[in-house]
């Protein structure tokens, strides 16, 4: 059994089948996958595109498993929005292989309007393959701007699992890449 470092949770094999057990149910949610076909590339691994769809997919069953299912989203009228994802490639992963893709909450606006996630991806042996930061919001979907949580939303929020270096998001964290679009001149 393994215990990877900085983690709170333990890696378990029994031949073809893996799981995480969680020791704190506050720290981490993961979600598994199996390497499929149409998620490699042409150098025969895991496709970058292949790491974006498991960890939208994670994240959409982390919602969903909080209290943020589809219905009650269209209910409030609020859909999330991704401004950046940053993934940091460590270790190859390859066909048929178990992955399982971690979130884990590290940052939030005092009002649930800007949200922080970070993914982990981990192979069968708990080798750290990839790491990634997604930085997105909330919009209204009926005006198409931003907007905080409505209150029964944001109370959700204190249950997810959060980062030991969680903090309190603010409009100021969304500008820190300083990236502003540049429109073409037609």
Known sequence: MLTPK???????CRSNYCSFEVTNANTMYTKEFEIRWSDIDANRHLA??????????????????????????????????????????FKEAFL?????????????SEDGMFFKFDHNFYNSKGQNLAFCEIVGAWIDL?????????QDLLDMTSKFPKTEDYKILTKEDMRLHGRLPKHLEL
Do not use: C, W
């Open 48 to 89: 970058n595109s292949a790491y974006i769809n498991y960890m939208s997919h994670t994240r959409t069953a982390f919602l969903q498993d909080h209290g943020f299912s589809l219905m009650a989203l269209s209910k409030a009228g609020v859909g999330p929005v991704v401004f950046h994802e940053h993934v940091h490639y």
């Open 6 to 12: 900085k983690s709170k949770f333990y890696y378990a």
């Open 142 to 150: 009926g005006t198409r701007k931003l907007i905080g949580l409505p």
């Open 96 to 108: 048929g292989q178990p992955i399982t893709v971690s979130l884990e909450v590290s940052g939030l």
